[in-house]
């Protein structure tokens, strides 16, 4: 059962923006998605999976890892089981898989991710 669906990814110019969206559904998340911190993490490939963001269940408090500060921002609609990663002033060095999930991670409920290309 599909549980974290992720999209908006593609390829940019550096500089350039992309919004990333994480939808929620299946048995874990249909009706509890607002109690879950989420967080969305990224594979550049020969690395491992680390998280770039992070935010409570309520939105009110997020975490950024350092080289996206200022540059990304997340948020979630708990109405819509969704969170969001808006990148902007993206960077070669962003270029990567895009995964959401809950943080910390639920090893059963990584989704396919969404790739994100930033050419120089």
């Known amino acids: 059962q599909v549980e974290l669906v992720e999209s908006g990814g593609g390829l940019v110019q550096a500089g350039g923006s992309l919004r990333l969206s994480c939808v929620a559904s299946g048995s874990t998340f249909s009706s509890t998605f607002s109690s879950f911190r989420m967080a969305w993490f990224r594979q550049a490939p020969g690395k491992a999976r680390d998280v770039v963001a992070a935010?409570?269940?309520?939105?009110?408090?997020?975490y950024y890892e350092d080289s996206v500060k200022g540059r990304f921002t997340i948020s979630r609609d708990n109405a819509k089981n969704t969170v969001y990663l808006q990148m902007n002033s993206l960077k070669p060095e962003d270029t990567a898989v895009y995964f959401c999930?809950?943080?910390?991670?639920?090893?059963?409920?990584w989704g396919q991710g969404t790739q994100v290309t930033v050419s120089s």
């Open positions: 935010i409570t269940w309520s939105g009110s408090t997020t």
């Open positions: 999930n809950t943080n910390p991670p639920r090893p059963g409920s």
